[in-house]
């Protein structure tokens, strides 16, 4: 009898241990106390310099909010959005996120995100917001995110870089043959150690600005792919006659280097990315930005309006939260308060917020930015259509089909077949 | 079998009779008197002693069917369903398996580089662990040194530390670029060289050879050393002695390390995943079948898919060993087997 009462003990502990889950998340509630302690998950993407602002942000925060403990976590663009996913499958996603226009669609369709409207104008001001900004974060009539800052896609070249190897600068919107003779003079002066830059037909990016000069988005409002498989090839056709004139960066060597990009790790003097990656590149360079310029994208039809701002990123609230409020609080800082623009700049592209742009003291690079994106004005076009559900997964095939190319391991007819094959895929959800 | 005959000359079932007896004995209370309805109250006791099995068995019970059994026969199910996660699984037959074979490139070339790495990787491992194993059972001092020596690089070689260590040695410029410059051999980078990249990983895996070495060592010992002593008194010289005495006799040792080895090496992913970040680069060298199930799955959600390859993996490395077993026959000596 004595061995059967063991045994039912260790059923017991065992069905304890199971059922160490569980628990429902609260709802909005009206006596909530922001000194109440209360710990918030706090999830971003990017590299250590943006770590240190957002632990700057957060010391800044807890002057306000001293009970409110946030525990930051951050991981690179690809590797942050798998964690996400896996999260978002278990329905744990952090209270607080850093969240990307490319998966607004999908967890707003799933309703993952909190519906922000109760939070709106109590916990999270919008004064500092235009109606089209605000408009940004709203899917299907809800609003799940509000932007962080605004970017546009933009060329960097790396001025210090260039004047050391004794090359000529890069005048901006140069037509793309342009570009290729110049990142050609460049890799001859930089005589194997230093390229003019990266192939930019790896980018889906540049595909698309390429696309929009000719009137046409990747895809239209129903999500349908708006390119030829022949517009593709004849794209991808133009990126092996550049790397074939060895004026770009061998693909062998930025392989090495990543998670940085050619640019990042001092090996090119052009990259074209969007306008707030600077700072990062500052960081990864492990120099300051002043040696960084900002110039227009190649032009693929004069007159054309190819270029467009889009919310760099935005803040969303996950709806398993159990700390809506407090989480609302700590978006608002992020969004709002000048402390936090002081603490950021532009780090996280030209701020949405005109309360959070009163706060960014516009450093060299930021006045850069600011400068670039006035500049392009004549370019700015409509914005795309909020991109489709499992557009991350189309870039990201992209990306690595153009790497493929650059290896030589697979021909253009193949990766334009893989591309299409796979975003067929993708879309038929 | 042996029959002994008793003294009765009946074969002996009467000795299994006394033991169960004994057994019932102790399990009732010494000194109790017996009583009439004993024979139920024994089957009461046998039924308290199976719920008292099954109770301590119910850990793992439930481990076992709530982590193991479930969760293979829902991926078994999603094989064959498309599923995001997101929004609930949809039936599509044999669709995934379709698409595999006949619609998916970049999983034909993750088998082929998969099954290179396993078929290079593991004879090569085998053959290392074995020559050190041979090496250290000849020698008399510090052979328990050498073996921990040896043995460490399997204990630490999948951690993500190495995989970094790994990545940092055979970059451009990296120690082994640099030393084999030294030599006037200039390969350059090998972590972003489609042809270099595999031979780094299947270098990393023989560097752990230690797990196999050590069996290959226990299994040495036991080789009897009359039988080198009858082979060098027949001429026999020390590569016949390896062939025709070693080999034979450690024959079951290679097979189990084999098929250990074989399997473990379909599992390769920490490695590949850091080495590449996460990306299975250069163009696809990396992309292991396990890395590229985790990609399907975790980056592009496709779950239902990922399923589908899992369990084609699991089907594919089980008539891996089921050829072997098979073959087994013909190759694998067992001492005990020819009386």
């Not at chain 1, 609080?329 to 742009?357: I, K, M, W, Y």
């Not at chain 1, 992209?398 to 030589?408: A, I, S, T, V, Y």
């Not at chain 2, 002693?49 to 193991?68: D, Q």
């Amino acid at each position: 009898m004595k061995r059967f009462k063991i045994a039912i003990a260790a059923v017991a502990s065992a069905a304890l241990l199971l059922a160490g889950c569980g628990g429902e998340p609260a709802g909005p509630s009206s006596d909530f106390d922001p000194n109440a302690p209360v710990t918030l998950d706090l999830a971003f993407w990017g590299n250590d310099t943006r770590a240190g602002f957002y632990k700057n942000a957060i010391a800044k925060f807890n002057e306000k909010y001293p009970k409110i403990t946030v525990n930051s976590t951050f991981l690179p663009f690809p590797e942050f959005w798998e964690k996400r996913q896996i999260e978002a499958a278990g329905r744990d996603l952090p209270d607080v996120m850093q969240f990307d226009y490319a998966y607004l669609r999908q967890y707003s369709q799933n309703k993952l995100l909190l519906d922000l409207k109760p939070y709106l104008g109590k916990y999270i001001k919008t004064d500092g917001f235009t109606e089209s900004t605000l408009g940004i974060g709203v899917v299907n009539g809800v609003t799940t995110a509000l932007p962080i800052g605004t970017n546009a896609w933009a060329m960097f070249t790396n001025t210090a870089l260039l004047t050391k190897s004794g090359a000529g600068a890069y005048t901006g919107a140069t037509s793309w043959d342009e570009y290729a003779t110049w990142m050609g003079s460049v890799s001859k002066a930089g005589g194997g150690s230093v390229w003019g830059g990266t192939d930019p037909t790896g980018r889906i990016q540049n595909f698309e600005i390429s696309l929009r000069a000719n009137g046409k988005n990747l895809f239209d409002d129903a999500g349908a792919a708006q390119f030829t498989k022949a517009e593709l090839a004849e794209f991808w056709g133009k990126g092996a006659q550049v790397r074939g004139t060895g004026a770009t960066i061998p693909t062998k060597r930025l392989l090495e280097v990543a998670p940085k990009s050619g640019f990042g790790a001092g090996l090119t003097t052009s990259e074209l990315t969007w306008d707030n990656f600077g700072a990062g590149y500052a960081g990864d360079l492990g120099a300051d930005a002043s040696g960084l310029a900002l110039s227009a994208p190649p032009v693929t039809k004069a007159g054309a309006k190819d270029l467009y701002l889009k919310p760099s990123m935005l803040h969303a609230i996950a709806a398993n939260s159990e700390h809506p409020e407090a989480s609302a609080l700590l978006v608002d800082f992020l969004l709002n308060s000048q402390e936090a623009g002081a603490v950021f700049g532009t780090n996280r592209g030209l701020p949405a917020s005109s309360t959070h742009l009163a706060g960014v003291k516009l450093d060299p690079l930021s006045q850069k930015i600011l400068d670039y994106e006035t500049s392009i004005k004549d370019r700015l076009g409509a914005a795309p259509p909020v991109p489709v559900v499992g557009y991350g997964s189309i870039e990201e095939k992209f990306r690595q089909l153009g790497e493929e190319l650059g290896l030589g391991t697979v021909t253009v007819e193949q990766a334009v077949d893989q591309f299409f094959s796979e975003m067929d895929t993708i879309l038929k959800k | 079998m042996v029959t002994v005959p008793t003294p009765t000359g009946t074969p002996t079932a009467r000795g299994s009779g006394r033991t169960a007896e004994r057994r019932t004995a102790a399990a009732s209370p010494a000194g109790e008197p017996r009583r009439p309805g004993r024979a139920s109250g024994g089957a009461a006791a046998a039924r308290r002693e199976t719920i008292a099995g099954y109770g301590f068995l119910a850990p793992w019970l439930v481990g076992f069917f709530g982590l193991t059994v479930g969760p293979m026969a829902v991926s078994l199910y999603l094989a064959f369903t498309r599923y995001d996660i997101f929004t609930p699984p949809e039936w599509v037959g044999f669709g995934n398996f379709v698409r595999m074979f006949t619609d998916d490139p970049v999983f034909l070339r993750s088998a082929q580089v998969t099954l290179e790495y396993v078929l290079i990787g593991t004879p090569v491992k085998l053959a290392a662990a074995l020559a050190i194993a041979l090496l250290l059972n000849s020698i008399t001092r510090g052979s328990g040194f050498f073996r921990s020596a040896f043995y460490t690089p399997s204990l630490i070689g999948a951690s993500v530390s190495v995989a970094i260590v790994w990545r940092a040695m055979f970059a451009g410029d990296g120690a082994v670029d640099s030393s084999l410059q030294i030599l006037g051999i200039d390969l350059g980078g090998w972590v972003g060289d489609v042809d270099l990249a595999i031979p780094m990983m299947i270098i990393l895996v023989v560097w752990q050879f230690g797990a196999p070495m050590v069996i290959f060592l226990a299994g040495l010992k036991q080789v009897p050393t009359e039988l080198y002593e009858a082979a060098q008194v027949d001429g026999a010289g020390p590569v016949h002695r390896f062939w025709k005495v070693t080999v034979p006799m450690l024959s079951p040792v290679i097979f189990f390390n084999l098929l250990l080895e074989t399997i473990h090496a379909f599992q390769v992913f920490g490695s590949a995943f850091i080495i590449s970040n996460g990306s299975g680069a250069p163009g696809g060298r990396l992309n292991f079948i396990t890395l590229y199930m985790y990609k399907r799955g975790f980056a592009d959600m496709q779950m239902g898919y990922a399923a589908a390859i899992a369990w084609v993996v699991l089907v594919v490395v089980a008539i891996i060993a089921a050829i072997m077993f098979r073959t087994a026959r013909s190759w694998v000596y067992y001492a005990g087997d020819n009386r």
